[in-house]
């Protein structure tokens, strides 16, 4: 069992900058492909940008340039700095840990990113 918790969510002003950070509670972090996905009022879950533990990223077309994906294995957490935020930004962005597959991922509880206009 995995417990993943996120922080750095809030309210920022359309241009600003925020960083997420998840906390992996496990032993073996570096196996996981860590990923940060968002879900905004009445869309469906996307994902927004992930990374193995070699590093290698992979990030969603609207974020690429302004965001960026980033995890520490020695301290089991993963981040999300989101620079030049737009209002199309604001949603609630999970940690996700993935090492077998989407049918036994790990979730964290959510934190909500608002960007005002």
């Known amino acids: 069992q995995v417990q993943l918790v996120e922080s750095g969510g809030g309210l920022v002003q359309s241009g600003g900058s925020l960083r997420l950070s998840c906390a992996a509670s496990?032993?073996?972090?570096?196996?996981?492909?860590m990923n940060w996905y968002r879900q905004a009022p009445g869309k469906q879950r996307e994902l927004v940008a992930g990374?193995?533990?070699?590093?290698?990223?992979n990030y969603a077309d609207s974020v690429k340039g302004r965001f960026t994906i980033s995890r520490d294995n020695a301290k089991n957490m993963v981040y999300l700095q989101m620079s030049s935020l737009k209002p199309e930004d604001t949603a609630v962005y999970y940690c996700?840990?993935?090492?077998?597959?989407?049918?036994?991922?790990?979730w964290g509880q959510g934190t909500q990113v608002n960007v005002s206009s």
């Open positions: 990374i193995t533990s070699g590093g290698s990223t």
């Open positions: 496990t032993s073996i972090f570096t196996v996981y492909v």
């Open positions: 996700n840990a993935r090492l077998f597959g989407p049918s036994r991922d790990y």
